[in-house]
């Protein structure tokens, strides 16, 4: 079992960064992929990056690439979401998953196995 906690959420302007961060606790998350999703109010939830503990490949949405950068921290047991260059269309509940599925790293929500409960991001124009 595997207990997720995300933190860094908050509100900001248009184009400042917030570093968004997820504690693993209850196993070693080095043998599984991580995701960051997001959900905006009346939306479904979707994929923002992804990465592979073991190798480091990292994926991300279209819409974040080149402003967001995901990263793990062996030592913590975390990955982390550097958001740069934030927009008004980030605002969103953001939360990070484990996927315990062997094979390519996946973007559906549906092929991760534990969630945590969600950091409030919210961007200001």
């Known amino acids: 079992q595997v207990q997720l906690v995300e933190s860094g959420g908050g509100l900001v302007q248009a184009g400042a960064s917030l570093r968004l961060s997820c504690v693993g606790s209850?196993?070693?998350?080095?043998?599984?992929?991580m995701g960051w999703f997001r959900q905006a109010p009346g939306k479904e939830r979707e994929f923002v990056a992804a990465?592979?503990?073991?190798?480091?490949?990292?994926y991300y949405a279209d819409s974040v690439k080149g402003r967001f950068t995901i990263s793990r921290d062996l030592a913590e047991n975390s990955v982390s979401l550097q958001m740069d260059s934030l927009k008004p269309e980030d605002t969103a509940v953001y939360y990070c998953?484990?996927?315990?599925?062997?094979?390519?790293?996946?973007?559906?929500?549906?092929?991760?196995?534990?969630w945590g409960r969600g950091t409030q991001v919210t961007v200001s124009s």
């Open positions: 209850g196993q070693s998350l080095r043998p599984y992929a």
């Open positions: 998953a484990v996927s315990t599925a062997v094979g390519d790293t996946s973007r559906r929500p549906a092929d991760y196995d534990y």
């Open positions: 990465m592979k503990w073991v190798g480091g490949l990292k």
